[in-house]
C-alpha cells in the first residue's frame, strides 16, 4: 500500500518554464514532508522541505505547496533549467517518536529541453 | 567532507552468496539509515542506527538480511544467503540526529544484483 504516490512517472518541459510535479499522501499522520533530487549514479539530495503548518515554503526557484484537506504537495520549479533534469522524490514523515521514518513516493524524472 | 562512503558501487553475484555492503557515515553524524530502492516498491528504509544502535529493523525484509554498526564511522549490511529478488540499490544515509530537522545525507549507493 503506497503512502505517498507520485503519479506521474515522467515530466519534460522546456528550459525557462515552470515545472510542476505532484504528490499525494494518504497517511493522515504524516505532516512534514520534503522533496529530494536524485542525479544518475548518485543518491538522493534534500531540496526543500514543509511542515504542516504552512501551505507554502520557497527557496529559490523552488517552492512547495501543501494542500492539507486534499492530502496533496507539488513542487514548483520556476525558470526551469537543464541541470534541473533529475528524478524528483516526495517524501513524508510524522512528527512523533518515529520522526526519523521517511516514507518515499516512487520519484518523477524531470526532463528539462534547452 | 567527503559526504557519506559506500563500497562497493556495484557487486555481482550469484545466488546463495553472502553479500557485504559497507558504509562509512558522515564524521559527527550519530544516525544512521540503510535504504533499498527497487521499481516495484521505491526506497524504503530498512534499518535505523542512533548512536551505534539498531532503533528501527522493521523494515529489513527477512532474516537473510543482518545490519552492524560496531563504531559511530562504519557499518555493514549483510545478505546471506543471497536471493535474485533481492537485486537492488542499496543506499546509506546518515544526520546528525533522526528528527525532522536533520537532513538525511545519502551515499551513492551500492548496486546488487544477484543471477
Known amino acids: 500500500d503506497q503512502q505517498v504516490k507520485q503519479n506521474s512517472p515522467s515530466l519534460s518541459v522546456q528550459e525557462g518554464r515552470i515545472s510542476i510535479l505532484n504528490c499525494d499522501y494518504t497517511?493522515?499522520?504524516?505532516?512534514?514532508f520534503l522533496w529530494y533530487k536524485k542525479y544518475p549514479a548518485e543518491g538522493p539530495t534534500f531540496l526543500i522541505s514543509?511542515?504542516?503548518?504552512?501551505d507554502k515554503n520557497e527557496d529559490g526557484r523552488f517552492t512547495v505547496f501543501l494542500n492539507k484537506s486534499a492530502k496533496h504537495l507539488s513542487l514548483h520549479i520556476v525558470p526551469s533549467q537543464p541541470g534541473d533534469s533529475a528524478v524528483y522524490f516526495c517524501?513524508?514523515?510524522?512528527?512523533?517518536?518515529?520522526?526519523?521514518?521517511?516514507?518515499f513516493g516512487k520519484g518523477t524524472l524531470l526532463t528539462v529541453n534547452p | 567532507d567527503a559526504g557519506v562512503i559506500q563500497s562497493p558501487r556495484h557487486e555481482v553475484t550469484e545466488m546463495g552468496q553472502e553479500v557485504t555492503l559497507r558504509c562509512k557515515p558522515i564524521?559527527?553524524?550519530?544516525?544512521l539509515f540503510w535504504y533499498r530502492q527497487t521499481m516495484m516498491r521505491g526506497l524504503e528504509l530498512l534499518i535505523y542506527?542512533?548512536?551505534?544502535?539498531?532503533?528501527?529493523d522493521s523494515g529489513m525484509p527477512e532474516d537473510r538480511f543482518s545490519a552492524k554498526m560496531p563504531n559511530a564511522s562504519f557499518s555493514t549490511l549483510k545478505i546471506q544467503p543471497s536471493e535474485p529478488r533481492d537485486s537492488a540499490v542499496y543506499f546509506c544515509?546518515?544526520?546528525?540526529?533522526?528528527?525532522?530537522?536533520?537532513?538525511?545525507?545519502f551515499g551513492p549507493g551500492t548496486r546488487l544484483t544477484v543471477l
Open positions: 542506527f542512533n548512536n551505534n544502535v539498531p532503533i528501527d
Open positions: 544515509a546518515s544526520s546528525l540526529g533522526g528528527g525532522l530537522s536533520n537532513e538525511q545525507f
Open positions: 517524501a513524508a514523515t510524522g512528527s512523533g517518536g518515529s520522526n526519523y521514518k521517511l516514507t
Open positions: 564524521s559527527g553524524h550519530n544516525s
Open positions: 497517511n493522515s499522520m504524516f505532516d512534514y
Open positions: 514543509i511542515s504542516s503548518i504552512k
